[in-house]
């Protein structure tokens, strides 16, 4: 045993020396410090009722996380489409819902409204166009939509109706769209870990050419997780509708959102959940965390009173700040190869 733990521990050594420069643990443990000692000291923080709060609002914007996770470990960096393609959907769904068409049916036409609109980005994306030119120029058409279809009025549908239990429903003391995020991000685990599409996914995002050297092309990969990616982001928007009975298209903006421009927002729980912006590696596990994460340092900052301002600059910080860890850390590795 102990000749064992001898041979195990140098290598052990060797492994963490390799994959994490003394920067980078420098770095991490400084920023770890600061959270602590702020969730120590923010009153009421370490209760129940406010970690139900953090999760809650970690669903949100990680439900939206775990679709982009798909686009991003696909090699096809980021959708900046992400809350007008929410905008556009609450705005379907609840128009639907004061039409009196009942949560099945206007459930169904929002998700339809989404599955073009992430196709079409997915198609213009496949046959060579630049992710980001491509989903802001979508993110400009569908906003314009939204904000023509609703005259730029909020939509507002009344009580009761068929979706208040995913809004404001709750099931054993959990609400149902915390509930929703985890089996959400169960489902997409599982999916990436178990499946074909999964592999192909982190194989295509990995290397591009031997994807296409072994008949997996980023076209219809492209298609289907821009689709995903739009899915998710009108659950989001139908469960956000279904808690206020009510729609506008700058529900989601930085207007309107606390801690920022949901977009950004979404972009740095995946971030900071430590996937590779160039494609091949990470997970929605990893995204599932960054949400957390994120939510915590929010909530933290909120009952230290900070407002808006100071919350948008702390997403920023964490967006710079795993960039540059997941830079050193690959170049550390690279280094040693």
Request: aromatic residues 10%; charged residues 10%.
């Amino acid at each position: 045993m102990n000749s064992f733990t001898e041979a195990y521990k140098p290598n052990f050594i060797q492994r963490l020396a390799r994959d994490h420069s003394p920067l980078v643990i420098l770095i991490v443990g400084i920023f770890m410090a600061v959270c602590i000692i702020g969730a120590a000291t923010a009153p009421n923080f370490l209760t129940l009722f406010n970690f139900k709060t953090i999760i809650r609002d970690a669903a949100i914007v990680g439900i939206m996380a775990i679709g982009l996770t798909f686009v991003t470990l696909s090699g096809n960096f980021f959708l900046l489409s992400m809350k007008e393609t929410a905008a556009l959907a609450i705005i379907a769904f609840a128009t639907c819902m004061a039409a009196g068409l009942g949560f099945p049916i206007s459930f169904l036409v929002t998700m339809a409204i989404a599955t073009l609109a992430g196709a079409i980005q997915g198609v213009l994306i496949g046959l060579g166009g630049n992710p980001i030119v491509v989903t802001l120029g979508a993110a400009g058409l569908f906003f314009g939509i939204g904000s023509w279809w609703s005259d730029n009025l909020v939509v507002s549908f009344r009580r009761p109706h068929g979706a208040e239990w995913l809004g404001s429903g709750s099931t054993f003391g959990l609400p149902n769209i915390t509930i929703a995020f985890v089996v959400i991000a169960i489902i997409a685990e599982l999916v990436l870990r178990k499946t074909s599409f999964g592999r192909q996914v982190y194989l295509i995002g990995a290397n591009r050419a031997a994807g296409k050297a072994t008949g997996h092309e980023n076209f219809s990969m492209a298609i289907k997780v821009c689709i995903i990616a739009s899915i998710c982001s009108a659950l989001v928007a139908v469960a956000f509708s279904a808690q206020v009975s009510s729609a506008h298209v700058n529900y989601f903006s930085s207007s309107f959102g606390s801690s920022g421009d949901m977009t950004i927002m979404v972009i740095a729980t995946v971030m900071v959940g430590g996937n590779s912006i160039m494609g091949g590696y990470g997970s929605s596990l990893r995204s599932s965390l960054g949400a957390v994460f994120i939510s915590t340092i929010d909530n933290m900052m909120v009952l230290h009173g900070f407002n808006s301002g100071p919350r948008v600059l702390a997403v920023g910080l964490m967006i710079v700040f795993s960039i540059m860890v997941f830079a050193l850390v690959r170049r550390g590795s690279r280094a040693e190869e």
